[in-house]
């Protein structure tokens, strides 16, 4: 019997060892991977990058192919960071491609890799879904899923299309830009501040759903850091402050949402009426009726309180003292707790004596 164990232990020991030390073998190769393509998201050369299950390489061919290498009949859209095609692959159908303009690389050589590392991992409903970038010396590419109805500048700016956003469509905009935001403040680590919140940036799906878009001057706050950057936005939209301390904070977005959700009520940029609202000695001067877009019907009793409410809420936004301005997440709990769809005896009290 004991040369019966002794022969057991002979053979089975020998093979136990060779599994740990393959498990081993595994796991070091694994982590050397791993290393590997964090170094190769930090390079920017000849290298081909990739998140999600998608080949960078490959899907760049697809790319390259299916938009005859970037012919103009493709595109559909251009910003001051890039320009977008609509590309139809059988892989994915319908995406859009972000291809950064080579003159921004050289001026902002960490813009790419600053979409990327804002986007990856964040899935939320009102924030466009990065599927996938690929890069080489020639390209630098974003791969998005495509939003239908465009740009929310684009359809406030059209006559005929502007009208089909009513004003449950408009509160509903607001409150998913709004969401979108709380998100990426109190729910991501490290939190994200956008910088670029504006009606060019803000697109809509088929159901007039909104999607935040455009991260390439987003920063990610760092607890161990000043978080001062140089001054960047869209003109219009840019916190006051920004101008002389060049501190990126949570309450920059704020300020923009501010000027955002005033626009999207009126249907253009308010200009000198921001100013206006901005200081509570001047504020009550302004009428509703010069903050309704006239293209709408007027608003009926219970959507009217509620838009009166979304003003007074985007007016606290643009306080000239950042301290003094509401959080995303007051914003958008006290929005989530509204619809104008309910008599105005059915909405939260506390919001009813706020009107």
Known sequence: MAKKHKLILITVLPIMGALVLL????????MCDKIRKVKDVERRGDGWVSISTLDGKTLYKDILNTTE????????GQGGHGSIYKVNLPSLGNIAVKRLHSSFENTH?????????????????????????????????????????????????????SKKLDW?????????????????????????????????????????????????IAKLLKPDSSNCTALAGTYGYVAPELAYTMKVTKLCDVY???VLALEIIKGKHLGEYITLLANSSTRDHVQLS???????????????????????????????TPKSRPTMYFISHKLSSMDPRRP???INPHIRRAI
């Open 23 to 30: 498990c081993a073998f595994i796991g070091v190769l694994f």
């Open 69 to 76: 290498e970037f012919d103009a009949t493709f595109c559909i």
């Open 109 to 161: 050589p960490k813009s790419f890799m600053n979409e990327v590392r804002a986007l990856i991992g964040i899935k939320h409903r009102n924030i466009v879904n990065l599927y996938g970038y690929c890069s080489n010396a020639q390209n630098s590419l974003l791969v998005y899923e495509y939003v239908d109805r465009g740009s929310l500048s684009s359809i406030l700016s059209n006559e005929v299309e």
């Open 168 to 216: 449950i469509k408009r509160v509903n905009i607001i409150k998913g830009v709004a969401c979108a935001l709380s998100y990426m403040h109190e729910d991501c680590s490290p939190p994200i501040v956008h910088r670029d919140i504006s009606s060019s940036n803000i697109l809509l799906d088929s159901e007039y759903e909104a999607r935040v878009s455009d991260f390439g």
């Open 256 to 258: 923009s949402f501010g």
């Open 290 to 320: 010069d903050l309704l877009d006239e293209r709408l019907p007027h608003p009926e009793n219970e959507v009217k309180d509620v838009l009166v409410f979304i003003i007074k809420l985007a007016s606290s936004c643009l306080l000239e």
């Open 344 to 346: 105005t005896h059915q």
